[in-house]
């Protein structure tokens, strides 16, 4: 296949490119590198890599065939999209709509990274697909939230109206290898402090829960939905739902060093609990999550002490 990839100089997009360039198809990334970098794509050589940077709340225009695109362009961690609120509103809306678009004029089909943050805080535990959620929408979360919301809804409406094979994935937390120093989430946050002798921060009294899934796994499930006739909305996380603390602990006895953990005062609409139910990907998928969360984390550790380059726009 040809595959377009927007966000694909990303954290999870890079991910997905030397996947399917492994599988043997062509890919073209996309990408501003308001958040992504080169150095994610920077080890990819050959003939079936094209890198095109390009902003994809304009008009999107491809030469040639196209058999599928993946919708990945987004800042995605609170750090990025408190400090781009209006350009994280315009993917989600105008760059939403151009990759549409250019889908429905390929007769390809179309994937959209959705994310966990569509169910906010929630008040139903796990989260399932039917949970429409209980977002704030003029909160300082909302402007992710609500792209991502209405990415949802123009996505149904092509589906609907003009028959666009569409597919929607809803990606709870997720770690690995390119994430960055700065990236303003907990895995590579806490790393990151360990690391230097920091202590790490722990917003609230950190019993708040996540599920964090390592990037292997999540590239695994895309790919099967991408083969499947689901159109979704799918969950793909880890269910194994822990604390925010018992998170830091896992880390710092991985690194070691002489850091504590203190606390700081909870960010504003900061979900309480995050978990998937991911009944419909085992049934129609047969996916679930195989690496283990120590293992994950050992993974990713070693990636960020070994000094490959991550402090860049990852």
Known sequence: MKVLITGGAGFIGSHLCDRLLE??????????????????????????????????????????????????ASPASPIDY????????????????????????KGAGFLLASTSEVYGDPLIHPQEETYWGNVNPIGIRGVYDEAKRYAEALTMAYHRYH???????????????????????????FITQAMRGEDLTVFGDGRQTRSFGYITDLVDGIEKLMASGEVGPINLGNPQEMTVEQMARRILAIVGGPSRIVYRDLPEDDPKVRQPDISLAKSRLGWEPKVEIGEALRRTVEWFQSGIPSGGKG
């Open 23 to 72: 599988r043997g198809h062509e890919v073209i990334c996309m990408d501003n590198l308001l958040t992504g970098s080169t150095d994610n794509i920077a080890h990819i050589r050959g003939g079936g890599f094209t890198f095109i940077h390009y902003d994809v709340t304009n008009y999107i225009y491809v030469d040639g065939p196209v058999d599928f695109v993946l919708h990945f």
């Open 82 to 105: 408190l400090r781009l609120p209006i350009h994280t509103l315009k993917v989600g809306a105008l760059g939403t709509h151009k990759a549409l678009g250019l889908a429905k004029a």
């Open 163 to 189: 028959g666009v094979k569409t597919k929607i994935v809803r990606i709870f937390n997720t770690f690995g290898p390119r994430m960055r120093v700065d990236d303003g989430r907990a895995v590579p946050t």
